[in-house]
């Protein structure tokens, strides 16, 4: 049986942080205590002496590109560079070639990631105008939940009927998971843009095409939808201070049933980025103003927001270094996302604790995964060593993505992840990756 022991670690786990020993055994924690010695010679034996040790973050919300996008990214590559990033379980999204709105071309992702995955995976079942009948036939114990664009984004999936939308609020108990963007909203001002410019628009204006009004009409609706039907909901990438209104943090996380997410992106650039990043930056939902920026960090500090996830969507650099009306939106950051958050807490914006809360314990809670996101015995062994005194850069020759860029390229970050581990098994060791794919299927305790 394969042995693990880190010792002199700074374990962090609910709300605090102490310093002792994990022993693992196989896949599973099964120790956690101020002193272990080893059981045998054949342990190995981890010193995180002045590190940081967290459970292995769970990114609820990626974009892989398989099947059927794999230029811009795979299943492999992708989950190789979350690891390395101490990213270890991932929920991807349905918006692959062909999009992932049967239960058949739903189980082929999951056959394609049993065979390929370094991290732990699970994938949604996307939600379309009339697909309804195969939405319902999802398992909740091994698929994390549904997902509905309520507006257009990479792979159009929107679902803008509305009696179709409330059928599938209504008759599921899954968590329903949404992009929210207003279509219509965002239909008049790109015809504004396009009659000021022509082609030649900006993309500093990307923020007020996809605008605060188009971010919060969808998602007011889909709450409104949500209280009207009893439907559990999840709004992905928030990236407005206007939305902060419309969620609660005044009762527990595990009652509530409407949580929100926010994304690296809307936490680290702002409007004034795009001058110098460009459309290297263009997502959907926008990254917006200061001002929103800031009243989303506000939102995630006083548990007004749950969860902070990456929307990893990678294009490749040639697609992404065309106009602003052809360059699609999204970009890679399930390596940096870890270290990005340590850089906030080194710049005094938020707490180690409160970053495993959101990254790790949280998206746990919410898609009720089983027995992971958190460091304790019997729970499976998915961990990251973080050292938060290894000053590094992110250059094109560390860069995992299959794309070969990151928008966060050129950034000095300070705290880089040693270690990971994945179901007890080291994947990734002082930055160099191991050729082992650890990963497996996510199941869900509902």
Not at 73 to 99: H, K, L, W
Not at 261 to 275: G, K, Q, R, S
Request: hydrophobic share 40%.
């Amino acid at each position: 049986m394969n042995t693990v022991l880190i010792k002199n670690a700074k374990i962090v786990n609910e709300g605090q942080i102490f310093e002792g020993d994990v022993l693992i055994e196989g896949e599973l924690i099964t120790a956690v205590s101020e002193s272990i010695s080893p059981k045998s010679a054949n342990c190995k034996i981890i010193d995180a002496e002045g590190n940081y040790l967290i459970p292995g973050a769970i990114d609820d919300q990626v974009h892989f590109r398989e099947p059927g996008l794999t230029h811009k990214g795979d299943i492999e590559s992708e989950s190789r560079a979350a690891i390395a990033g101490g990213i270890t379980s991932f929920i991807e999204q349905p918006n692959t070639v062909p999009n992932a709105v049967t239960q058949e071309l739903l189980e082929e992702k999951y056959q394609i990631a049993s065979q390929s995955s370094y991290a732990n995976y699970s994938f949604m079942m996307g939600g379309t105008n009339d697909n309804l009948e195969e939405v319902l036939k999802t398992n909740p114990k091994n698929v994390a939940g549904i997902k509905l664009f309520l507006g257009s984004s990479t792979g159009n999936m929107l679902v803008d009927n509305e009696e179709v939308l409330e059928k599938i609020f209504s008759s599921t108990k899954m968590l329903i998971a949404v992009h929210c963007e207003d279509e219509a909203t965002i239909k008049a001002n790109l015809e504004k843009y396009k009659a000021e410019f022509g082609e030649a628009i900006p993309v500093t204006v990307h923020h007020l095409i996809r605008s605060e009004e188009a971010c919060y009409l969808s998602s007011s609706k889909a709450i409104a939808l949500a209280k009207k039907t009893g439907a559990r909901l999840h709004v992905f990438h928030l990236s407005t201070a206007k939305e902060m209104e419309l969620f609660s943090n005044t009762i527990p996380l595990e009652e509530k049933q409407i949580t929100a997410e926010v994304c690296i992106h809307h936490l680290w650039f702002t409007n004034d980025d795009y001058a110098t990043k460009g459309n290297f930056i263009k997502w959907n939902p926008a990254v917006k103003t200061a001002a929103d920026r800031d009243a989303i960090w506000k939102a995630l500090l006083n548990d007004t927001i749950d969860v902070i996830a990456t929307d990893h969507a990678p294009h490749t650099l040639e697609e992404k270094s065309g106009n602003y009306l052809k360059a699609p939106s999204g970009g890679p950051l399930v390596q940096h996302a870890v270290v990005a958050m340590f850089e906030a807490y080194h710049q005094g914006k938020i707490s180690i604790e409160k970053i495993v809360e959101k990254m790790c314990h949280n998206p746990a809670k919410i898609f009720k995964i089983e027995k992971r996101g958190f460091i304790k015995e019997g729970y499976y062994a998915d961990l990251a060593i973080v050292n938060i005194a290894k000053p590094w850069s992110v250059q094109k020759e560390n860069i995992l993505y299959k794309c070969g860029w990151s928008p966060l390229e050129g950034t000095n970050f300070k705290s880089r992840v040693e270690y990971t581990l994945v179901n007890g098994q080291i994947v990734n060791q002082n930055g160099k990756i191991k050729e082992i794919k650890a990963g497996k299927r996510l199941l869900f305790d509902r």
